[in-house]
C-alpha cells in the first residue's frame, strides 16, 4: 500500500464516521429497526476507489464502536455491522455497474444487520428486514449515487 492509497482510505473513514456522528441527535436512525444510515452512501465507493473498501470498513468500525453507547448492540455490531460494510464494499467493487453495485449493501444489511437489530429491539424479523434494506437502499441508491457522480466529476480528474 502507498500513501496515497492509505490517505484515500483514512479519509473516507473519517467521512464515514462524521457522518454517522452526525446522525446521532436523530435517535436511532443510525442504527434502529427503521434506519437510513446516510454514511452507507460510501459504500458505493468501492466502484471506482479500491482504497474505499478499508475505508468504509474502518469507518464503520469506529462509529459502531462510537454508536455501542447509544445503541447497546455491543460486539456483535461493532465486528458483525462492521464485517456486513466489509463483504458489501468489497462486493459492490466486483460489480460491473452502479445499479448492480446497490445490490450488495442493501441485500447484505438487510438480511445480516436484521438479526441483531430485530432481537435487541424485539420486533419481528422479517419487517425489520424490509425496513432496513429500503433505508440502505435510499442511502446507498440515492446518497451513494451522488456521491460516485461528485467523486468521479470533481475529486478524481483533479486529484488522481
Request: aromatic residues 12%; contains cysteine.
Amino acid at each position: 500500500m502507498n500513501t496515497r492509497f492509505l490517505t484515500k482510505a483514512s479519509v473516507i473513514a473519517a467521512l464515514y464516521v462524521i457522518l454517522v456522528a452526525l446522525e446521532i441527535p436523530f435517535g436511532t436512525l443510525a442504527f434502529g429497526p427503521i434506519q437510513i444510515r446516510i454514511a452507507e452512501a460510501l459504500v458505493l465507493l468501492p466502484l471506482v476507489e479500491t482504497a474505499a473498501i478499508p475505508g468504509v470498513f474502518i469507518g464503520c468500525l469506529i462509529a459502531n464502536l462510537i454508536l455501542t453507547f447509544t445503541s447497546g448492540f455491543g460486539l456483535i455490531d461493532i465486528i458483525g455491522g462492521s464485517l456486513v460494510t466489509l463483504i458489501a464494499a468489497f462486493l459492490t467493487s466486483k460489480m460491473p455497474n452502479k445499479f448492480l453495485g446497490i445490490l450488495p449493501p442493501v441485500v447484505l444489511n438487510g438480511i445480516i444487520v436484521s438479526l441483531w437489530v430485530s432481537y435487541f429491539f424485539n420486533v419481528p424479523y422479517w419487517p425489520t428486514v424490509a425496513a432496513i434494506a429500503l433505508g440502505e437502499l435510499i442511502a446507498v441508491g440515492l446518497f451513494g449515487n451522488i456521491i460516485l457522480y461528485i467523486y468521479e466529476r470533481t475529486i478524481k480528474q483533479k486529484f488522481i
